[in-house]
Structure formats: structure tokens, C-alpha cells
């Protein structure tokens, strides 16, 4: 069997619809999805299935739908298909997801922390004062030098997404972005992009929220971990379950190291990268980051039915 890096999406990957055509075909996915609407207290299931997309596009509706349908994909990939993972890893609120099928909590405990990690990044910052630009071609280092000289207490822009060699994905105060955007125009990037989120994920900014989320994360109920995953923080496969409450409290305002994390389980020997949950963001970054391994993307049951073919 190859050594499998399976990788989780995180917000941003949702759609009306997903996750219904698992739900009619599998027992066991109805019966995460009725679970997952008993545990929140809501119709998680309509939500997904019907939208409307206003709804979805929720922060603390969006984490607990996208965590849902890519666990589900996950675990019809793992009960049909037999796929055992060599490494986890996840995008954001994906990592919630890998920990999710590494064991470390239960579907329900993972539903109630990316409810409530949603509803405090949501409250975290005035709406309309802070954001998040991608930066298509940076120089990382006049980037990070930017960001720097002109961030002062909560005027601040710092990166927040390290997802490829041609990607930076910057997080702040919208005016701090607006001029580290201004000020390396010509020479720090080819292309900025504002992107549409309802706030400054992984910024100095989302402490407060993290303060919040880490009294949630200590009523958790942790078990061992099956399967070593790779961390947003420090890029690190980790299978240490006691220092996930730690992990998890730093991610939420420290950047995302998602190029180095795919370097880290290429390093440790990955031959194939799946991509299990709704869009393909993860897989045209996998394919820039280690254009020499494979990586599929599956979420349909065309998709999962073809993982037979390259596992062997």
C-alpha cells in the first residue's frame, strides 16, 4: 500500500448541495448528518443541502457544514475503499477534520468547537474592519518586511496564509492591508486580491477569539491519536493528543504553513495526496507545492470509486 497524505479544506470550500449525494446512498452518512443536527441543535443537513448560501457562508454555520460533508467523504473513502492514512493534515478549520478521522474527538465534540471557533472569529472584530488580501507572486521576504514597518498594536496586517511559492494569503486591519497592498504594488507581488471573509483570520487580531475558544477546547474530551497530523502552526506531524489544546488555541492567530506543511509530509515519504471534502483549492495548491506527487481530489462517489485504481 502507498503512504497516503490525506488532506482536509477549510472555509471557503462550501456550496449549496454538498454532501447530498453521500447521504442518499450511505446509512452511516444520514446518520452523522442527524447526529450533527441533534448536536447543534439546528438543520445543519437542510443548511447543506438547500442553502440558501447566505446561510452557509456563515462563518459559524460554514466550519461545522464544511467539517461534516469532509468527514463523510472520509468515511466512506476509509469503510468502501479500505484507505488507511501514513499522514493527516488540514487547511484551517481542515485540520479540525484531520483530527477528527485521526481519532482525536469525537464527531459531536469536533461539531460543537468549529460551531463555537465560527461564532467567536465572528465576533472577534467590528464588521468591516478587518480582512484578508491574497497576494498572487510575492516576494515573501519584502511581504514580511512590509508588514512589519507598518504594523503598530491593532493596525496590523501580517501573513496569515503561506499556501504555495506563488501564494500569500495576508490577514489584519482592512486599512493596514490596503496599505501593505499600496505600498509593494509593482514590486512585491503581481496581483492582490481583498477576498470576501468576515474577518482577519489567523492575525494577531483573533486573539481575543482564541482566548474564548480556549475554554471550549479545555472541556474537550481528547482520546489518543491513531494517525500523526501535520500542524498549521509549526508544520510538525504530531500524535501527541495532550498538545492539541495548545495547537488549537495558536492556530487561530498564527499563519497557516501550508506550503511547509505538504514539504513536511513529502520529507516523511507521502506517494499520494487525497484531498477528501467539497472543492479542489487543496489540490491545485498540492500541485504547485509537489508537482511530482500525484493528488486526487474526492468528495463524489465517482471520485472515491477511483481511488481504487492509484492505490495500488
Not at 152 to 168: E, R
Not at 190 to 219: D, Q, T, Y
Request: include cysteine.
Amino acid at each position: 500500500m502507498k503512504k497516503i497524505g490525506v488532506v482536509f479544506p477549510g472555509q471557503g470550500s462550501q456550496y449549496v448541495g454538498m454532501g447530498k449525494e453521500l447521504y442518499d446512498r450511505f446509512e452511516y452518512v444520514r446518520e452523522f448528518f442527524e447526529s450533527a443536527d441533534k448536536a447543534l441543535d439546528f438543520g445543519l443537513a437542510r443548511l447543506c443541502f438547500n442553502g440558501p448560501e447566505e446561510e452557509l457562508r456563515k462563518t459559524f454555520n460554514t466550519q461545522p457544514a464544511v467539517l461534516l460533508v469532509s468527514y463523510a467523504a472520509w468515511a466512506v473513502l476509509n469503510k468502501e475503499m479500505k484507505v488507511k492514512p501514513y499522514l493527516l493534515a488540514g487547511h484551517s478549520l481542515g485540520e479540525y477534520t484531520a483530527l477528527l478521522a485521526a481519532g482525536l474527538f469525537s464527531l459531536k465534540e469536533a461539531l460543537r468547537l468549529t460551531r463555537q471557533r465560527g461564532l467567536v472569529m465572528e465576533e472577534a472584530c467590528p464588521e468591516g474592519s478587518g480582512g484578508m488580501a491574497a497576494l498572487m507572486g510575492p516576494d515573501r521576504q519584502k511581504v514580511e518586511d512590509a508588514c512589519r514597518a507598518i504594523s503598530k498594536g491593532d493596525y496590523v496586517a501580517s501573513p496569515a496564509n503561506l499556501n504555495s511559492p506563488d501564494q500569500i494569503v495576508l490577514s489584519g486591519d482592512i486599512n493596514a492591508l490596503k496599505e501593505v497592498v499600496d505600498r509593494l504594488k509593482g514590486e512585491g507581488y503581481k496581483k492582490a486580491v481583498f477576498l470576501n471573509v468576515s474577518g482577519p483570520f489567523h492575525s494577531p487580531l483573533m486573539r481575543p477569539a482564541a482566548e474564548k475558544l480556549k475554554s471550549e477546547l479545555a472541556r474537550a474530551v481528547f482520546s489518543p491519536m491513531k494517525v500523526p497530523v501535520v500542524s498549521n502552526v509549526d508544520a510538525v506531524p504530531n500524535v501527541d493528543s495532550e498538545m492539541e489544546q495548545d495547537l488549537l488555541y495558536r492556530q487561530m492567530f498564527s499563519p497557516v504553513r501550508w506550503e511547509e506543511s505538504v514539504r513536511a509530509m513529502a520529507s516523511q515519504g507521502v506517494e499520494l495526496f487525497l484531498e477528501v471534502g467539497p472543492g479542489k483549492v487543496l489540490t491545485k495548491l498540492l500541485k504547485r507545492i509537489v508537482p511530482d506527487i500525484p493528488c486526487h481530489h474526492v468528495e463524489t462517489m465517482e471520485e472515491i470509486q477511483a481511488v481504487r485504481g492509484v492505490l495500488s
